[in-house]
């Protein structure tokens, strides 16, 4: 089959790589991994590439942004292996991460508005004064929310929630920043969201320093939810380019 790939101009490794800004070992490394058709061979034993390897590059390289290095390899090494439906099925997979991907930044923009009303009733009368200003225990929170007291405590090994310890009877104390982590986690779980998908976002939550400060996070992450869909547009029309083309 390679050599019927194989007709036309004839290129060598140097030109496939200057072509596309890599080195001669990474072309050799694409072949050997399967998103480039195997090489016709010199006399000599000299690797020779046509345009179609070309293409084969350029549709590799296209397809990264949009499913990464990995998914774009095992891409272009079921189609050169002429497993179209393969290929075709890697490709729907990485869409449908995508689509799960928009669906979790759903939830947590879904998570943070319903957070807000909650914070500005916390700062008004009749908050559980337990531990100073805005404190709560685990009995009244896990009330609260709905959920058991051993829910916020498997919260809280998993770095979810940090309550802190009232130093005269040893009980666990939910602050202001306690308090919104659980409520936030409450939400995201409610969503089908597991606690390690929830933990970054905790982290971000942090690291803001509340809720208002996500706004720019949310906004980069649109941003690289559009970006990688636009990359697979892109990818997918090479790819389309790349079966006509080998046929």
């Known amino acids: 089959m390679a050599r019927n790939l194989q007709s036309g101009k004839r290129l060598r490794p140097v030109d496939l790589a200057r072509g596309h800004g890599l080195s001669t070992q990474a072309v050799r490394n694409y ?10 061979r010199t006399p000599h034993g000299y690797r020779t590439y046509t345009p179609l390897h070309a293409r084969a590059l350029r549709t590799f390289l296209a397809l990264v942004p949009g499913h990464g290095h990995q998914g774009a390899t095992a891409i272009m090494r079921a189609v050169n292996e002429g497993a179209d439906e393969e290929a075709f099925r890697l490709v729907d997979e990485s869409h449908a991460q995508l689509l799960e991907d928009r669906r979790t930044l759903r939830a947590v923009e879904s998570a943070l508005r319903d957070l807000e009303p909650e914070a500005g009733r916390s700062a008004g009368p009749g908050r559980d004064a337990a531990s ?5 225990f685990i009995g009244p ?3 609260k929310l709905g959920i058991r007291p ?7 090994r998993a770095g979810l929630v940090r309550p802190h310890r ?6 666990r104390v939910y602050g202001e ?8 986690v409450h939400q ?3 969503g089908g969201h597991p606690l390690e998908q929830i933990a970054p976002l905790i982290d971000r939550v942090r690291a803001a320093g509340g809720l208002e400060p996500l706004e720019a996070v949310l906004r980069d ?19 389309e380019a790349y079966l006509r083309e080998r046929g």
């Open 31 to 40: 072949e050997a991994a399967g998103i480039l058709p195997a090489a016709d």
């Open 132 to 136: 100073g200003s805005g404190s709560t």
């Open 141 to 143: 929170l896990a009330g």
């Open 150 to 156: 051993a829910t916020l405590r498997k919260w809280e």
């Open 166 to 171: 009232d130093p005269r009877t040893g009980y």
């Open 177 to 184: 920043d306690a308090v919104r982590d659980a409520r936030l």
């Open 188 to 190: 995201l779980r409610r």
């Open 221 to 239: 992450w649109h941003g690289r939810l559009s970006a990688r869909s636009r990359a697979m547009l892109a990818g997918a029309a090479e790819l």
